[in-house]
């Protein structure tokens, strides 16, 4: 089946403890992305990444990292983590996001509840 | 500074009849608009996109609408029905990055 899987799905910590959400896709997508939701400000692209080793600032960067050694897997770091990134993430893939399309349509993983303490 | 913007939070309507969901956007460089649905607990999921260069694509009972000198986007779901319950987004596409809107919550009642 094509997913894009997110781990943890909840995640509760305290602040400053680094922690990593992981992200894998089966579609050999090319593009992955990071997003949170947050009351209000519907989602905001946080970093991401045309191909391995090929990563972007999205919107909201500050306070998140990203790597993408392998095409499947895109992890989301928060090296210290602070109560205003409290959120729901969700992690999503493309084929690309050139020609429109199939190419830009972003399949979503079933997000992570995080919340800072 | 919001590039994407969806004014009504919530939207009801009957079983049946015509849902029309509306987004406006700020830059008339983006190159692809695209519809998301998300139920509750679950990721979003791609609805329907159209090009810069198209003012209309239909796929279905969705239909979505560019106007591009008012840059307005809106979607149309005809007919409504209950299992269209959910939180739309519109998203725009530049290059490489994505902006999403704050989301509209439909609701059709049976």
């Known amino acids: 089946e094509a997913q894009v899987t997110q781990n943890p799905r909840y995640l509760i910590t305290v602040t400053g403890k680094k922690l990593t959400v992981t992200c894998s896709q089966n579609?050999?997508?090319?593009?992955m992305s990071w997003y949170r939701q947050d009351p209000g400000l519907g989602l905001r692209q946080i970093y991401y990444?045309?191909?391995?080793?090929?990563?972007d600032k999205g919107d909201v960067p500050e306070g998140y990292k990203v790597s993408r050694k392998e095409k499947r897997n895109f992890p989301l770091i928060l090296e210290s983590p602070s109560p205003n990134q409290t959120s729901l993430y969700f992690c999503?893939?493309?084929?690309?996001?050139?020609?429109?399309?199939?190419?830009?349509?972003?399949?979503f993983g079933p997000g992570t509840r995080l919340t800072v303490l | 500074d919001q590039q994407v913007k969806q004014n009504s939070p919530s939207l009801s309507v009957q079983e049946g009849r015509i849902s029309i969901l509306n987004c406006d956007y700020t830059?008339?460089?983006?190159?692809?608009f695209l519809w998301y649905k998300k139920y509750p607990a679950e990721g979003p999921t791609f609805l329907i996109s159209?090009?810069?260069?198209?003012d209309k694509n239909e796929d279905g009972r969705f239909t979505v609408f560019l106007n591009k000198s008012a840059k307005h986007l809106s979607l149309h779901i005809v007919p409504s029905q209950p299992g269209d319950s959910a939180v739309y987004f519109c998203?725009?596409?530049?290059?490489?990055?994505?902006?999403f809107g704050t989301g509209t919550s439909l609701t059709v009642i049976p």
């Open positions: 830059n008339s460089m983006f190159d692809y």
């Open positions: 999503a893939s493309s084929l690309n996001t050139v020609g429109g399309g199939a190419h830009n349509e972003q399949f």
């Open positions: 579609m050999n997508h090319e593009y």
């Open positions: 998203a725009v596409n530049t290059g490489n990055q994505f902006y």
């Open positions: 159209i090009s810069s260069i198209k």
């Open positions: 990444s045309m191909n391995v080793e090929v990563t």
